[in-house]
């Protein structure tokens, strides 16, 4: 099967950055699909690891946690899907990715794709649908719609990128918070907008002045989603007393969490390759929040973050992607469809 790989740690400009190979193609066994990928996109996890984790000498490794295709054979402990389904999934870091033609996933972090989507929208949303579902629902325990009985305020700092854009969209439509985003562009705010944030306000400025401007006194939920370490001491004195905040990124300087302690603020990681990582007893939980995201995109209470399709998957054009998205300046999400892959 055709792919895309890399040999060493690069810049993404390098033309040796990552490329087109050729690969045996894989099969199914146990718990996995064998999916023909049709659509992937990328995400900073993607270019961290090519920065950082150079393959062992003389290996290539198959980078990609974001696609959607179609099930060609399934392992024979599945009972989820069959050949022919069409699915979209983030799958998992220790595993080969979905940079290629061929990929095995395992059935349990795979849902069914929205109908209403091509495989490029669908395959803008699983690792961001996730790791915005978690944050909220499982890590920060906010009631979902109808059960929710409580407002309260959620800021999203972050609020333009690929997970901001989801978290931004599963808070207003499924729960009763006042969704207060933050961008410094104004492209970025507009897009904010269009996701259903309540209220913009700028990071690049302090986020108290910010918050007061809006007549914000104080938050209960903070979304960390980007650089956790320049923000913390605005989170100290914004929070509410008994607030919450969640963060995904790996902030370069340490935190002093004990600052939190007067206030009874709780923190909480999401790393939405926990429960693959570590084969948990909940692993399907992934398999059916991506079925239920996929009900509430066709019935159109959620939409595709996908912002742009660069080109095919190929070399050339995933160094384009990864080049974009490592300028930081990406809103939504950027989605590379269709096998073409000169080797």
């Known amino acids: 099967m055709k792919?895309?790989?890399?040999?060493?740690?690069?810049?993404?400009?390098?033309?040796?950055?990552?490329?087109?190979?050729?690969?045996?193609?894989?099969?199914?066994?146990?718990?996995?699909?064998?999916?023909?990928?049709?659509?992937?996109?990328?995400?900073?996890?993607?270019?961290?690891?090519?920065?950082?984790?150079?393959?062992?000498?003389?290996?290539?490794?198959?980078?990609?946690?974001?696609?959607?295709?179609?099930?060609?054979?399934?392992?024979?402990?599945?009972?989820?899907?069959?050949?022919?389904?069409?699915?979209?999934?983030?799958?998992?870091?220790?595993?080969?990715?979905?940079?290629?033609?061929?990929?095995?996933?395992?059935?349990?972090?795979?849902?069914?794709?929205?109908?209403?989507?091509?495989?490029?929208?669908?395959?803008?949303?699983?690792?961001?649908?996730?790791?915005?579902w978690e944050l909220l629902f499982e890590r920060l325990r906010i009631a979902r719609l109808p059960n929710a009985t409580a407002d309260g305020t959620l800021l999203v700092v972050g609020g333009a990128g690929g997970v901001g854009s989801m978290?931004?969209?599963?808070?207003?439509?499924?729960?009763?918070?006042?969704?207060?985003?933050?961008?410094?562009?104004?492209?970025?705010?507009?897009?904010?907008?269009?996701?259903?944030?309540?209220?913009?306000?700028?990071?690049?400025?302090?986020?108290?002045?910010?918050?007061?401007?809006?007549?914000?006194?104080?938050?209960?939920?903070?979304?960390?989603?980007?650089?956790?370490?320049?923000?913390?001491?605005?989170?100290?004195?914004?929070?509410a007393p008994q607030g919450k905040l969640a963060l995904i990124d790996d902030p370069q300087q340490p935190i002093d969490i004990r600052l939190l302690k007067r206030k009874s603020v709780s923190v909480h990681w999401e790393f939405m390759f926990t429960r693959p990582l570590f084969q948990t007893p909940d692993m399907e939980a992934q398999h059916e929040l991506l079925d239920v995201v996929a009900d509430l995109v066709d019935a159109g209470q959620l939409r595709s973050t996908l912002a742009e399709v660069v080109g095919t998957i190929d070399a050339e054009h995933l160094r384009r992607a990864h080049a974009l998205v490592e300028s930081g300046r990406a809103i939504g999400k950027v989605v590379l469809a269709g096998f073409q892959v000169g080797c």
């Open 3 to 132: 792919a895309v790989g890399y040999r060493q740690s690069l810049p993404a400009d390098n033309e040796q950055a990552l490329l087109d190979i050729e690969l045996p193609d894989p099969v199914a066994g146990g718990h996995d699909l064998l999916v023909e990928v049709r659509a992937v996109s990328v995400n900073p996890v993607d270019t961290k690891v090519r920065r950082g984790n150079p393959p062992a000498a003389g290996e290539t490794r198959v980078l990609g946690w974001d696609a959607a295709g179609v099930v060609r054979a399934a392992g024979r402990d599945t009972h989820l899907f069959k050949a022919d389904d069409e699915v979209y999934y983030a799958g998992v870091i220790n595993r080969p990715g979905s940079n290629a033609q061929l990929q095995l996933v395992d059935e349990r972090c795979v849902g069914h794709k929205p109908k209403s989507l091509d495989f490029a929208a669908a395959a803008a949303l699983p690792l961001t649908t996730i790791t915005a």
């Open 167 to 239: 978290v931004i969209q599963l808070a207003r439509q499924l729960t009763r918070l006042r969704v207060i985003a933050t961008a410094t562009r104004a492209a970025s705010a507009q897009w904010c907008r269009q996701m259903g944030a309540h209220t913009i306000v700028d990071h690049g400025k302090p986020l108290a002045d910010e918050l007061l401007r809006i007549g914000v006194g104080a938050v209960d939920y903070i979304a960390s989603l980007t650089h956790t370490d320049q923000h913390y001491r605005s989170y100290v004195d914004i929070l």
